[in-house]
């Protein structure tokens, strides 16, 4: 009998291991001679040779390069525009908003919005002036023409902190801001504005008439009122106008 044979399979040809490794060596280095070109290139060509300030009347514009601690010759792709924002903010007590932008190739830009008075308190012999938000802008020796905030005393004040009063009285420091912001709004100039425990809000304008506000809540209706009132009193009436209030009580004008 014969044998069978059987034949041995062919054998699969083995590929070449591709060659990555120089390939990726030349990839790693292009990589690094890019990076080395961009740093070296930002380096040499994008340096600060302007600083412009947009926006400024209080604040001088020196003052704010100064306070930001951007100087010509920088790195523009280095500057770190927050910290420059909370520099600037915490030298210029008048900056409110403030935006920077970093300008190709090499100029820096300052927006400053700044903050709106609306208000002053006194402390000692000075006159505090504040915003809306009741941050101290500055203290100023002679009266300004701006509504007084009284019946509250100012702990040690500060430029550019927020206002201080007695625990006590903390929580008044708000509901007076936001009325005196409503009055101006509505085109009313109070010569001073006040919140105490028996009358609530109360403010004197015209240099004649004190008004009784009461809660400071309804107030837009109860400003409302008051213009009721003032069409009919006579052109130099002075007194007392006591404006109604939620309980039902009507409002009343007593002449001083």
């Not at 009266?143 to 509250?152: A, F, M, Q, S, V």
């Amino acid at each position: 009998m014969r044998q069978k044979q059987y034949k041995q399979p062919p054998r699969k040809r083995q590929r070449k291991p591709r060659r990555k490794r120089k390939n990726g060596l030349a990839g790693f280095f292009l990589s690094v001679i890019v990076i080395t070109v961009i740093v070296f290139g930002s380096s040499m060509f994008f340096k600060v040779s302007y600083i412009e300030v947009e926006g400024e009347s209080k604040c001088s514009r020196q003052d704010i390069i100064d306070a930001s601690g951007i100087s010509i010759g920088d790195f523009l792709l280095y500057i770190n525009k927050g910290i420059a924002s909370s520099s600037i903010r915490s030298n210029q007590s008048y900056a409110d908003t403030i935006k920077i932008r970093a300008i190709l190739p090499n100029r820096v830009v300052i927006h400053i919005t700044e903050c709106e008075p609306v208000a002053f308190i006194r402390h000692g012999g000075e006159y505090w002036i504040a915003d809306k938000g009741g941050k101290l802008l500055e203290p100023v020796p002679d009266k300004p023409k701006l509504p007084e905030i009284t019946g509250l005393t100012l702990r040690v004040p500060l430029t550019g902190t927020a206002m201080e009063v007695g625990n006590e009285d903390s929580y008044k420091t708000e509901h007076i801001l936001d009325f005196i912001t409503l009055l101006s709004n509505r085109g009313i100039s109070a010569e001073t504005v006040e919140y105490n425990s028996t009358q609530g809000l109360t403010f004197t304008f015209l240099g004649r008439f004190k008004v009784i506000v009461g809660m400071p809540n309804n107030l837009d209706d109860k400003l409302d009122y008051l213009n009721v009132y003032l069409d009919k009193l006579e052109p130099n009436a002075a007194g007392t106008i006591y404006l109604p209030d939620d309980g039902g009580k009507e409002g009343r004008f007593i002449p001083s």
